[in-house]
């Protein structure tokens, strides 16, 4: 009797062990279990430790509720400039509800996946290339709107989008690299002009100063010797100043004027007449002689 007793006892135990071993469930800290008993969802949702379900009768679907990083492959798309580019980006979600993640949607991850790319082309085509290039915060933030509107039924939010990569064709680029260059020699010549502006109203206030006092000059030729001499050359050049020039200037007499002869002014009385000449008889022709000499 007590042998049959300990038998049935370690039967009951065994399969209480079998039954707990095949109804138990552990559920992580980060995940959530959805509970089907029979095809039909229950109202609650088994949260992190452990759990027991029905054998055979219930089944659990864990659902990750960490926030999931999506690489968007690269889309290829014409700009509102008609400029074809390629953009890739990257998405970042996470499910709020677990329940409707598992019953609305059959693979949340492969939706957001496809709705990601259809709302980045259509980014793209609705954008210009200095929007895409400059003003991606603004773009991000478009893009999390369109994919974040759908899957807000699905038990899914939108985290964060962020474009990573603009790819351009190599003619696009190197039409950028020569405006950028452009751009850049022009903003240098007119620093450079700027620095000439400067550099001469300071010269010009220099010139002034020392006008008026002329020993400044000599003094400020000193110091330019002075730091040429510092270098060690061979050659010194010593410019000449131009005050001596213009001192050697004042200093030279003036040449005389040049006085032409003048000429003796005759009255008109004191001009001599031309003789009239008597102006020279026509000489008679021979062959006239010889025509009257016939006639004679």
Excluded: C
């Excluded at 995940?31 to 088994?46: A, D, I, N, Q, Y």
């Excluded at 260059?181 to 620095?195: G, Q, W």
């Excluded at 300071?202 to 400020?220: I, T």
């Amino acid at each position: 009797m007590v042998e049959e007793l300990v038998a049935a006892g370690a039967a009951l135990a065994s399969v209480g062990a079998v039954y707990v071993m095949a109804a138990a469930r552990v559920v992580k800290q980060y995940e959530r279990g959805v509970v089907l008993r029979l095809g039909r969802l229950r109202p609650e949702v088994r949260g992190p430790g452990f759990t027991m379900i029905v054998p055979g009768i219930d089944k659990l679907r864990k659902v990750n509720m960490q926030i999931v990083t999506m690489p968007v492959p690269g889309q290829e798309g014409i700009t509102r400039d008609n400029v074809t580019v390629r953009v890739d980006a990257v998405v970042y979600f996470k499910v709020t509800a677990p329940a409707e993640a598992i019953i609305r949607v059959e693979d949340y991850r492969f939706a957001v996946a496809q709705m990601a790319q259809t709302s980045l082309r259509s980014i793209i085509g609705k954008s210009e290339l200095d929007d895409l290039l400059s003003n991606r915060e603004k773009l991000n933030q478009g893009l999390e709107l369109m994919i974040d509107s759908p899957a807000v039924e699905w038990g899914v939010t939108i985290d964060r989008v962020e474009i990573k990569d603009v790819s351009l064709p190599e003619t696009m680029k190197r039409s950028m690299a020569r405006q950028a260059e452009a751009d850049r020699e022009r903003r240098a010549r007119v620093i450079n002009a700027d620095a000439e502006l400067q550099a001469s109203k300071k010269l010009a206030e220099a010139a002034k100063e020392m006008s008026e006092q002329p020993a400044a000059l000599q003094l400020r030729l000193l110091q330019t010797v002075v730091a040429v001499a510092a270098e060690k050359n061979s050659t010194l050049v010593l410019p000449f100043p131009v005050e001596l020039l213009r001192f050697l200037e004042r200093a030279a007499p003036a040449p005389a004027p040049v006085q032409q002869p003048q000429q003796p002014v005759r009255s008109v009385e004191e001009q001599p007449v031309q003789e009239q000449l008597p102006s020279p008889q026509p000489r008679p022709d021979p062959g006239s002689e010889g025509s009257n000499s016939g006639q004679d």
